[in-house]
């Protein structure tokens, strides 16, 4: 983690509570995609020439973008040009600009019961507003007795487990009371992880023994927090397995087990690992076919990840990008924002 970007957090802790937070920016973190979006903030300043094209295409095809899309927009901004609407470089990067915020920005989806809740908050005020039009919130019903579930989902190495941990930071910090399941019962230090960060977070942890059943741990999870009114499990999940059940079946007996009363699904979160590039969308078909994903978690956008993968996840899985991982440590987690986004990459 840059320790540069700390120094506010560092303000005095009164009465035993952290002090407030201040999350990191996409400015400050997308480096990588920061880089390779640099080609297109070029063209401000300069004419439209034929070369434009070629350089708009390279950029948005080396970022990630896919082809299906960067055709779609590309063939939009010629249209542009040629019915004069734009006529310069700065116009042309600035039409980019909205047409990926455009691009990026969800329709509200309808009929969601219970509370929408801004990603690390509780439902107040205008960030409830925004969750809910934008349908990024992460939903938590907030009806007696009924313990929320939300699950990781993702393949080995992505990030789940620390995405856990930075969510129950974030959810324990806002007032709501947390119980980690360790539903990665393929090594037993996947486990010891998740206790490292259930320590630090001050939650409870239900975990099972290594090569143990992971729906009889999520299982057990939930009638923890049942009688100790806990409202909401975090349950991690493996990545791979030792036996040949399928990952996926696995995932779907967890999903089943967890929907039992008092216990309901309220969001499953796959992960993904931003670096992966198109790849990701290979593995998130499969999982997006077996449990019905509700959002994408996006890791290591800080790395060396090339940022257009958000517009290809949202754009071909149709999948809204819920939060977005950016660096390993706790407070590195951000809900996803298209207009700070594009605006970090476009500038
Ligand atoms: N730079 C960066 N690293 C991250 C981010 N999220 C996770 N990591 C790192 O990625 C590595 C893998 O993270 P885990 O949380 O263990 O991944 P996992 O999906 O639980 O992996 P398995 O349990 O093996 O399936 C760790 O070194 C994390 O610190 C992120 O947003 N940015
Ligand atoms: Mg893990």
């Known amino acids: 983690m840059e320790e540069g970007a700390s120094v506010e957090n560092e303000a005095p802790v009164e009465g035993g509570t952290l002090a407030e937070v201040v999350p990191p920016t996409f400015r400050e973190r997308l480096g990588r995609s920061r880089g390779v979006f640099a080609g297109l903030r070029s063209l401000r300043g300069k004419g439209v020439a034929p070369s434009t094209w070629d350089e708009l295409e390279e950029s948005l095809l080396r970022a990630d973008v896919g082809v299906a899309t960067t055709g779609m927009l590309l063939e939009e901004l010629r249209r542009r040009v040629r019915e004069k609407e734009i006529g310069s470089g700065d116009e042309l990067v600035d039409s980019l600009r909205s047409d990926l915020v455009d691009l990026l920005s969800l329709e509200q989806r309808g009929g969601a019961s219970g509370t929408e809740i801004a990603p690390g908050g509780v439902a107040t005020g205008e960030a409830v507003e925004v969750a809910v039009r934008d349908g990024r919130g992460l939903r938590f ?101 030792h036996t040949k059940v399928n990952l996926v079946e696995e995932l779907k007996k967890i999903r089943r087990v967890a929907e039992r009363p008092p216990g309901r699904v309220t969001e499953v979160l796959l992960v993904l690992d931003a670096t992966t590039g198109q790849n ?66 476009l500038g």
């Open 280 to 345: 990701g969308l290979v593995q998130a078909r499969e999982f997006t076919d077996a449990v019905a994903v509700t959002g994408v978690v996006l890791t290591k956008l800080d790395g060396t990840a090339k940022g257009g993968i958000v517009v290809a996840i949202q754009r071909e899985l149709g999948l809204p990008v819920k939060l977005v991982g950016l660096g390993e440590g706790p407070d590195d987690l951000v809900p996803f924002d298209p207009a700070g986004f594009v605006g970090a990459l």
């Open 141 to 241: 019903d907030e009806e007696e007795g009924v313990v929320n579930v939300w699950l990781f989902v993702g393949v080995n190495g992505v990030g789940k487990t620390t995405t856990v941990g930075k969510v129950a930071r974030q959810q324990s910090g806002s007032g709501r009371s947390v119980l980690l399941a360790a539903g990665d019962t393929f090594r037993a230090a996947a486990g010891e992880q998740l206790a490292t960060w259930a320590d630090r977070v001050g939650a409870e942890i239900v975990r099972g023994a290594e090569g143990g059943d992971p729906s009889a741990v999520v299982f057990d999870a939930i009638q923890r927090a049942a009688a100790r009114g806990h409202s909401l499990v975090l349950a991690d999940t493996a990545g791979r397995l």
